[in-house]
C-alpha cells in the first residue's frame, strides 16, 4: 500500500516567491509550494511562462496568497542564494532584499534599504511611500492640540460631572430619590 500511495502522490511543486524585481535586485519573500492538486509537468510550463495563477502557500507559517501578487515564482533549482547576500538567476547575479511577511500582500512598489536590526546585513524591504510624502503640503499648518489615544471601543471621555442638571433630569423622568 506504501509504495501506491508513493507511485500516485504528487510532491508539491517548490519555489522562490519574489514579490518585485528591479534592475540588479530580487525582493524575495522566501520559499512556497504551490497546488499539490495540479499536474507537475503543467504548473511548471505555466511558470516557465510567468502564467501560473493558483495558489502559493509560503513555507514556515501556511499562509496562502494568490500567485497575482507576485512578480515572479521560480522554481528552486532555478535560483540559487550566494553566501555574500546575492542570488544567480537567468545567467545573472542579483542584490537581494529580504521582503517581510507584512509586505508580501503589499500591492505597490517597495524599496530597498540596509538592514538595522541588531547584527542585520544585507537589505530589507519596506512599502515605497515617496508618493505619498510627495503630495503632502510642506506649507500647510499642522492642527493646534492635543491627540489622545484610546481602544477602539472605548467610550468618549466624560464630560464633568455637574450635579445641578444630573438632579433635575432625574426629577423629570422620575428616578430622583
Known sequence: MLKLKRLFHRPPVKVWV???????LLHLCGQ???????KRKQ???ELARGEYRGAVRMAGGGLVF?????????PLDELTLTDDGQARWRERLWRVSQVPQRCWSFEGSLIAEPASHVGG?????????????????PDTPTLP?????????????????????????LKRRGRHH
Do not use: C
Open 18 to 24: 519574489i514579490k518585485q524585481i528591479d534592475r540588479d
Open 66 to 74: 494568490n500567485a497575482r501578487l507576485f512578480a515572479a515564482l521560480i
Open 121 to 137: 546585513s544585507g537589505l530589507v524591504s519596506s512599502e515605497d511611500v515617496s508618493g505619498i510624502r510627495s503630495r503632502i503640503d
Open 145 to 169: 492640540g492635543e491627540v489622545t489615544f484610546r481602544a477602539e471601543d472605548e467610550l468618549e471621555a466624560p464630560e464633568p460631572f455637574d450635579s445641578r442638571y444630573a438632579t433635575r433630569s
Open 43 to 45: 504548473v511548471l510550463a
Open 32 to 38: 512556497a509550494e504551490l497546488d499539490p492538486k495540479a
